[in-house]
């Protein structure tokens, strides 16, 4: 039974990750909710421990020195308060996991861009893991996708596929081939495989009969795709997150035990991140790009007018899929971000080494320029897939003037835009570790190229998981402990978008902030970084063809957020084009110099 | 008297039309074998063309079939001809998606050709079983007559993509409204100037014009073709310089004074 939110004044929650269980304490102190604590121990859901819970324990214990109350029983388990004033125990634990592998799916629908799609974007944004979408036309042959599906080992499929009242034929044919491949589960061999079937309802008869077999345990929700103008991914979600639950985490080691500890359903890492974008970009009122860069994966979330995405980009890391990131955009595009001499048979050496040994980091000044020149590149491809994924629906009608003759656009549009982005938040090893704030809001805006005015910040010790669960018990709790103790504010990026041409003035700026103030003329390709405390009014004018959010040449007045880090005012333009060669160099090494990226 | 008739291999008050006609060709050539030598051109994308595969998807989801229209003129029409090789793309995407095609025509010799023309292209998505030669059928030659059975094939049918790319007359706006009131997406082609504003406004994409006959080098990608509208482009762009210039001397000649001008023969005694 959830518990009245009022009354929940201590919270412990934990992230089981692969390698580490991470627990933060939450207090409410002086009427406000605050992260007093973290701790972290290893996570044991591996042999020889095979219980998660262990590594709970640990990790709480931790917590529990650290702060000095009580938080764990003597059996082990998290102690709860006997009542509003006792000075042990908590009043609500809560917990996601990713740990083993996380949530892995197998998603179908009809149509790649249509229903698979929706499927996909459902499994994503529950935070799963997508192995692989099967779709009608995905140019493979029935023995192809039969194949592909033994293969496969998913912890459960989605399948969609058809509007209500719309194909029956496709969605069964689907259906068809994936019953008889019989893709076995990951965990266990008694374990029946479950389908969540979300398509065209007159179509469920038919999937009962196809699924009826055995081996599995086919559970049917509202359609995906009612109709192809309507996307409804609420059903889907919340049944993979109850499948995950049910079989997934049952058939991990311990958590049975962790889920009747949990005063919340346990969720999957990702879709907890998922969840507080969402609920901070709603409180709010504005729209948030999130991303989260790991050793193999790159996640990226973005919330744009409501609308939420997230991708993994399976081959973009900084460890493990560091040679990928350097194959996929090429070592010439690595090296545009370095303004070292350095030698490019050094640094293939250097990428090898990182993929063995992939917890090393970086000993010298060389080889974090370099591992930061890898990261623009890994977020930037990565925020490449996310803007082609998180797009418009497909496959709808167009509403059309005659003022349309000559501009007629696509449909299936990206909801990602540069200069609609109100805050960007960074978390992933090479983010958050980065020596200096100033080098992680330079990889940000390297990578991300925000237009207009852009708060930047990051999470201090990946935070936002925690939270996300927590906004499904105290809303509030989560919303305040997110903007006082889990974002760390870097500052404020003004890039005019538009064309700069060396030598040309991009805009005229000015600023007053709490003890002093300065104005100017940027000029392209220069970079600029004021240091306003916290909070400043600026007044920018940009040069015609250039824009600022108001329209090319408008001048815009508004305050902006400060930070560890400052205002940065780029003129370099947009898209952003760096020159190869040693013009390139030159003009690398006078943006770190602006930016403090190297001081020593 | 003896009438005869007096033979010329030349004609000289057609040879301005031979000059055009020989930079023309020889436009055209060039610009195909620099297309062959690796220099293709590059098309931008035209929306209609690239929102086929779109358009078909919605009606393998919706479980619908496709309308096709290929115009009301016969096949000496160079418009007709355009719409057949688009329905080619649109018969290739919906035998790979297993989608229904319909095709209803409105003349006999159309029939043929888009009945070889969709069999080709079933054959070479790999779904020569998809094909159907009823679903490409001759409805009449009488422009409303042929109207009225696709409007009440709408009405039936509930086509989720409707393609009307061919040419077309007063029966545009009939199809084109229709094609809406079902909510179908709707792509259209014609280079009838006189029926594109109702296409544009009814319709989710249209090809206007020249967009139109260069569907089939865009859709093929094939370097000479794309090489051929290029040639085609410079040959156009080349006569609308000589028309300005010609306007130009035309109108200096205008406003020069007569005072000024060489006598001419008209004006020698």
Redesign the interface.
């Known amino acids: 039974m959830q518990k009245d939110p009022s009354r929940i004044k201590v919270v412990v929650a934990t992230d089981c990750g692969s390698t580490t269980t991470k627990a933060i304490l939450i207090e409410c102190v002086d009427g406000v909710y605050r992260q007093t604590h973290r701790a972290e121990a290893p996570t044991t859901v591996e042999a020889p421990f095979a219980d998660v819970t262990l590594g709970v324990s640990n990790s709480v214990t931790e917590l529990q020195e650290l702060s000095g109350r009580r938080l764990v029983n003597d059996d082990g388990t998290i102690l709860r308060r006997t009542s509003p004033d006792a000075a042990d125990g908590c009043d609500v634990y809560i917990s996601t996991s990713s740990a083993g592998g996380g949530l892995q799916m197998m998603v179908a629908g009809v149509v790649k861009e249509m229903t698979a799609e929706s499927a996909k974007r459902a499994a994503l944004g529950a935070g799963a893991i997508v192995m692989d979408t099967i779709a009608s036309n995905d140019r493979r042959r029935p023995h192809e996708q039969v194949q592909r599906i033994r293969e496969l080992r998913p912890d459960m499929v989605l399948i969609s596929g058809g509007t209500d009242g719309g194909d029956t034929k496709k969605v069964t044919e689907l259906a068809e081939l994936i019953a008889p491949a019989k893709p076995r589960p990951r965990f266990g061999g008694e374990y029946s495989l479950p389908i969540i079937f979300a398509g065209n309802r007159d179509a469920r008869p038919a999937i009962e009969r196809t699924f009826a077999s055995g081996g599995f345990d086919l559970k049917v929700v509202d359609n995906l795709r009612p109709t192809l103008e309507r996307e409804h991914l609420g059903p889907a979600r919340e049944t993979i997150h109850d499948v995950f639950l049910e079989h997934v985490m049952a058939h991990a080691p311990g958590y049975d035990r962790l889920i009747a500890w949990a005063d919340a359903p346990i969720m999957p890492t990702p879709g907890a991140v998922g969840d507080i974008l969402q609920a901070i970009a709603k409180g709010r009122g504005i729209n948030v790009v999130g991303v989260d860069i790991g050793g193999a994966t790159t996640d990226v979330f973005s919330v744009f007018d409501g609308s939420f995405n997230r991708t993994v980009s399976a081959n973009l890391g900084m460890s493990y899929s560091i040679s990928n990131v350097c194959a996929e955009a090429g070592m010439d595009n690595v090296l545009r971000w370095v303004h070292l001499d350095m030698d490019e048979r050094e640094l293939r050496n250097r990428v090898k080494n990182k993929m063995i040994r992939p917890t090393t980091i970086p000993q010298t000044h060389e080889a974090l320029v370099f591992e930061q020149a890898v990261s623009r590149e890994a977020l930037r491809l990565a925020y490449v897939q996310h803007k082609a994924f998180a797009t418009e629906l497909k496959g709808v009608q167009q509403q059309r003037t005659v003022g349309d003759a000559f501009s007629q656009s696509e449909g299936g549009r990206s909801l990602v835009s540069g200069m609609k982005l109100d805050l960007l938040v960074a978390s992933g090893g090479v983010l958050s570790h980065a020596p200096r704030m100033e080098q992680t809001a330079a990889m940000l805006i390297d990578a991300f190229e925000p237009e207009g005015f852009t708060e930047l910040a990051k999470d201090s010790i990946f935070m936002m998981p925690h939270l996300g669960v927590l906004a499904t018990v105290h809303e509030r709790a989560a919303m305040e402990v997110f903007e006082r103790d889990c974002l760390i504010m870097l500052g404020t990026c003004i890039a005019p978008a538009g064309t700069a041409v060396a030598g040309k003035p991009v805009m005229r700026w000015s600023a007053q902030w709490d003890g002093g103030s300065a104005e100017g003329t940027l000029m392209a390709q220069e970079m600029k970084l004021l240091r306003i405390g916290d909070r400043a009014q600026v007044e920018v004018t940009p040069e015609r063809g250039f824009d600022v959010g108001a329209g090319p040449g408008v001048a815009v007045k508004r305050e902006v957020r400060g930070g560890s880090v400052g205002l940065i005012l780029d003129g370099r333009g947009r898209s952003l084009a760096v020159p190869s060669g040693a013009e390139g160099r030159r003009l690398v090494a006078a943006w770190a110099k602006a930016l403090e990226l190297h001081p020593d | 008297m003896v009438l005869g008739a007096d033979a010329s291999f030349l004609n000289p008050d057609k040879l301005l039309l031979l000059v055009v006609l020989v930079a023309t060709c020889a436009c055209i050539i060039a610009s195909m074998v620099l297309a062959r030598a690796g220099r293709v051109p590059k098309i931008r ?1 035209i ?2 063309l ?2 086929v ?3 078909v ?2 009606a ?5 079939p496709i309308l096709f229209v290929p115009g009301i003129q016969d096949m000496d029409n160079p418009m007709t001809v355009a719409g057949i090789t688009v329905l080619s793309r649109v018969a290739g995407t919906a035998a ?3 989608a229904t095609l319909d095709v209803p025509v409105s003349r006999s010799l159309v029939m043929q050709a888009a009945r070889e023309s969709v069999q080709a292209a079933a054959l070479q998505a790999g779904q020569p079983d998809w094909f159907d030669p009823e679903r490409v059928r001759y409805i009449t030659d009488e422009q409303f007559g042929y109207a009225a059975y696709a409007a009440g094939a709408m009405a039936r049918d509930k086509p989720a993509a409707c393609f009307y790319m061919g040419c077309f007359f007063a029966e545009s706006l009939i199809l084109a409204e229709n094609g809406n009131a079902v ?3 709707q792509i259209a082609g014609t280079a009838e100037t006189a029926q ?2 109702f296409f ?7 090809l ?1 014009g020249e967009e139109f006959f260069a569907a089939s080098a865009y859709l093929s990608g094939a370097p000479d073709q794309l090489g051929t509208l290029r040639g085609q482009d410079i040959a156009k762009a080349l006569i609308a310089l000589v028309l300005v210039g010609g306007v130009v001397m035309a109108t200096v000649k205008v406003f020069t004074p007569k005072s000024d001008r060489a006598p001419t023969a008209e004006m020698a005694p």
């Open positions: 994308r929306a209609g690239e929102a595969e779109e358009a998807g919605r393998t989801e919706m479980g619908r790979q998606y297993d909510g179908a997406i594109l504003p544009v406004a009814s319709c989710d994409y249209t206007i």
